[in-house]
């Protein structure tokens, strides 16, 4: 069983940076890769980024590249999403969520799921 909890959203005017931290709890955390995802009102939750259980390998969704970077501190059970140059367009709902493997861009391939932080970017 692993227990995730986001914090870090805000509220940050466009063009601005913000860091989201994931904390897990659980002994089989290191184990798991790690995503982020988003939602925003209206929509559905979407993919945003994911690290490998040893943190080598990361992957993006192409709206992200280049802005966000996603890292994970395997000894403190901690995952990061740098978020800079926010835009309008990336106000929504984050979620962190550990995956046992696939191709980590898919809700379905994530087993556990955080209660997600709001990010609001003012233009």
């Known amino acids: 069983q692993v227990q995730l909890v986001e914090s870090g959203g805000g509220l940050v005017q466009a063009g601005g940076s913000l860091r989201l931290s994931c904390a897990a709890s659980?002994?089989?955390?290191?184990?798991?890769?790690m995503g982020w995802f988003r939602q925003a009102p209206g929509k559905e939750r979407e993919f945003v980024a994911a690290i490998s259980w040893s943190g080598v390998r990361t992957y993006y969704a192409d709206s992200v590249k280049g802005r966000f970077t996603v890292s994970r501190d395997r000894a403190k059970n901690l995952v990061y999403l740098q978020l800079n140059s926010l835009k309008s367009d990336d106000t929504a709902v984050y979620y962190c969520?550990?995956?046992?493997?696939?191709?980590?861009?898919?809700?379905?391939?994530?087993?556990?799921w955080g209660q997600g932080t709001q990010v609001t970017v003012s233009s």
């Open positions: 659980g002994r089989t955390f290191s184990v798991y890769a």
């Open positions: 969520a550990a995956s046992r493997g696939g191709s980590y861009v898919h809700t379905s391939e994530y087993d556990y």
